[in-house]
């Protein structure tokens, strides 16, 4: 089946620092990748919409300087959180869709942010 | 407006045993419904996906059923496994090519 590759699983980092976390499909063409925040025992929360070649679409609330969202390929997405705070600490997943998009989601593994 | 509500929010069973969990959509227009297993500190992983067309669906031990009617969906599972416990969730589309719209899950905790 399709599959979604999502790096780094785990990753601990300092105040102020910016991270970066890929989201890749391997064996199918995405224009449309979605990224999500889940706190513990939380649902999933939409943070954005990544559209290939075109502005990522933010929901009410995320702030679109602080995670940075580029889709360069139909293949690649990345989400960068700059300047990184321990409040930003959470687990973050994407998602992506086929170029039919009325087909399943496939969901990355997930990365496990940790900001000390 | 839109909304996916799952019940039982929590859920302890013995191995071996059969459970159902609950997801009712305000969901509309309806394009599909899906139900994820999410393992702890995993992404989710499918389970099945229905259409406004199909009642019932299986994969393995794990049955979903949708009333388009009623809205309502359930996911049975038989035979549990202590591999079972996890977050189980509803996903529903409103229509193709749109964001999902996630139930909270339910959480499944499967105990010998």
């Known amino acids: 089946g399709a599959v979604v590759s999502q790096h780094p699983s785990r990753v601990i980092c300092k105040s102020g620092t910016s991270v970066k976390i890929e989201c890749r499909s391997l064996d199918f063409q995405a224009t449309t990748m979605f990224w999500y925040r889940q706190f513990p025992k939380k649902s999933l929360m939409l943070m954005a919409t990544?559209?290939?070649?075109?502005?990522?679409?933010?929901e009410q609330g995320v702030e679109k300087d602080k995670f940075l969202i580029n889709h360069a390929s139909l293949t690649l997405s990345t989400l960068t959180v700059t300047s990184a705070h321990p409040e930003d600490s959470s687990f973050y997943i994407c998602?992506?869709?086929?170029?039919?998009?009325?087909?399943?989601?496939?969901f990355g593994q997930g990365t496990r942010l940790t900001v000390v | 407006k839109n909304q996916v509500e799952q019940s039982p929010q929590s859920l302890i069973i013995l191995e071996g045993k059969n459970c159902t969990l609950q997801?009712?959509?305000?969901?509309?227009?309806?394009?599909?419904l899906r139900w994820y297993k999410q393992d702890t500190g995993r992404g989710p992983v499918s389970l099945t996906i229905m259409t406004f067309s199909e009642n019932t669906k299986s994969n393995g031990r794990y049955t979903a059923t949708l009333d388009a009617d009623t809205k309502q969906s359930s996911l049975h599972i038989t035979a549990s496994q202590l591999s079972d416990s996890a977050s189980y969730i509803c996903v529903v589309s409103a229509q193709a090519g749109t964001a999902l719209i996630f139930g909270k899950g339910t959480t499944l905790s499967v105990s010998s």
């Open positions: 990544s559209n290939e070649g075109s502005k990522a679409t933010y």
């Open positions: 998602s992506a869709r086929d170029l039919h998009g009325n087909t399943e989601a496939f």
């Open positions: 997801c009712n959509y305000t969901v509309s227009p309806f394009s599909n």
